[in-house]
Structures are given as structure tokens and as C-alpha cells.
């Protein structure tokens, strides 16, 4: 197992963004979206999809971190060229869920077959649209989410995060 001078451990989160539905329109009749993926103080960018309300980006970002902990945040954007970008609105999802099926994972010593850990409930504290789960198959915790966007009037982020600790292969 990984892990840095201090005795913790270390992994990588992918974080997939995969599509957006319903995105605001931001120009005159569509929008230039992209979405900036936050984790503590790094940060990735998708590329822009012209003139689509619909995007499929199919794009992973990795992070090399310790335990998965904190927040990743999701912020949409129309882009411009001769202008700022404008805001289309940004989500969050909690990595507590996920950090705490890592827990369960190591205390199961589970392997390589498929096992849902824990639920995540929808509610009015998260960016959830529904219920999803986080599970563990082939060396990944993964969590599939469908995120409301906040602060705009419509939208919706496909999204998966995987959490692949150095010693679960």
C-alpha cells in the first residue's frame, strides 16, 4: 500500500464528466458550455461543446489525493470570445459517502466482486436528483450521480467519481 510520510493513504479520485441535459441558454438561441471540476485547490477543465444544451463530454479528470475527503465542486459556463464566460450555474457532491465505503471496503477485505456499499440519498442539502450508490468492483469505489445544477433555470450534470486506493488491485 501507498502511502506518505505521515502513515495515510494514498489514491487517485477520477472524476468522469460524462453529459449535461436541459442547459441554459446563454446566447441567442443556445449555449457554449464547459464545466471547471474543484477539488480543494485544484482544479480541471472540460472541453467546450458549440452550440449545445445537450453536451456529451465523456471526459476524466484524475487527482492524485489522500483519503477522499471534502467536496467536488461542478461549475457549467457558456463560453464567449469576446466577453467574460457566463455562469450556467455549478453543483457540488460530498466525497464523505465515498471515504466511508473506502472504510467499509479495507474492514470487509472485499476483492474484486461487485458490492454496493452505501446508499446516498437525494435530499435538500445535496445536488442529488436521486438516490445513487456507491459500490466496489475490480479495484474501484465508484459513485454515479445526477446532479441538479443550482442558481440557473435549468440543467442537469451526469457525473461519476471513482476512488482507486494504491492498494486495492
Keep these: 500500500m501507498e502511502e506518505d510520510d505521515a502513515g495515510r493513504r494514498r489514491g487517485v ?20 458550455p464547459y464545466v471547471i471540476v474543484r477539488l480543494a485547490a485544484m482544479s480541471a477543465k472540460t472541453k467546450v461543446i458549440n452550440s449545445c444544451l445537450n453536451p ?4 476524466e ?8 475527503t471534502g467536496v467536488i465542486k461542478f461549475e457549467v459556463f457558456d ?5 467574460y464566460d457566463d455562469k450556467m ?6 466525497l464523505q459517502p465515498v471515504a466511508a465505503a473506502a472504510k467499509l471496503r479495507r474492514a470487509l477485505r472485499l476483492t474484486t466482486e461487485e458490492t454496493k456499499l452505501r446508499k446516498v ?6 445536488c442529488l436528483m436521486c438516490d445513487s450508490f456507491v459500490t466496489y468492483a475490480d479495484g474501484e469505489i465508484k459513485l454515479d450521480a445526477k446532479l441538479r445544477l443550482r442558481d440557473v433555470e435549468s440543467g442537469e450534470l451526469f ?6 486506493e494504491a492498494d486495492a488491485k
Excluded: Q, Y
Design 121 to 126: 440519498a437525494a435530499s435538500v442539502d445535496n
Design 13 to 32: 479520485l477520477k472524476v468522469l464528466v460524462a453529459r449535461g441535459t436541459n442547459l441554459a441558454v446563454r446566447d441567442f438561441t443556445s449555449s457554449d
Design 56 to 59: 456529451f463530454w465523456n471526459e
Design 61 to 68: 479528470m484524475s487527482f492524485s489525493i489522500e483519503e477522499p
Design 159 to 164: 457525473v461519476t467519481v471513482k476512488w482507486i
Design 79 to 83: 463560453w464567449d470570445r469576446f466577453k
Design 89 to 94: 450555474g455549478h453543483a457540488f457532491l460530498e
